[in-house]
């Protein structure tokens, strides 16, 4: 049937009482997940930042994830890969998107990968 790479997307913005330029301040840091992801351990950095830069997301549960982002918009979000180290990764985009000058949405775009297991009819579904 179908040869996609990537399942339909699924987003959830959140919009925020501040300057979208605060919001990136907050988003561009190294190691933010540490701070703000409720299942994130340790959010251990290996190059930072920009475009090709790569950190890894370790969850209370022991799963271990190396996100790698692909493209850097200063102030405006990036988008990155995440994934297992030598596996499969899903596409992330993050966008801020500015209300006014005091007032911005956080928009968090997620395309998960394909997984095999499921039969070919079920995923245009999913």
């Not at 399942?7 to 979208?20: D, L, W």
Request: proline share 6%.
């Amino acid at each position: 049937m179908s040869n996609r790479k990537y399942f339909k997307p699924v987003s959830s913005s959140i919009k925020i009482t501040t300057s979208s330029r605060a919001i990136w301040e907050v988003i561009s840091q190294p190691g933010i997940l540490e701070l703000c992801h409720p299942f994130c351990e340790s959010n251990p950095v290996e190059k930072w930042p920009g475009r090709k830069s790569i950190d890894y997301v370790h969850y209370y549960s022991g799963l271990k994830y190396q996100r790698i982002f692909t493209n850097w918009i200063e102030g405006e979000g990036y988008d990155l890969l995440i994934g297992s180290v030598n596996g499969k990764k899903s596409k992330v985009i993050w966008r801020i998107k500015k209300t006014d000058e005091s007032n911005s949405e956080l928009i968090i775009t997620i395309y998960p990968h394909d997984i095999k297991k499921y039969p070919n009819f079920v995923k245009p579904y999913i």
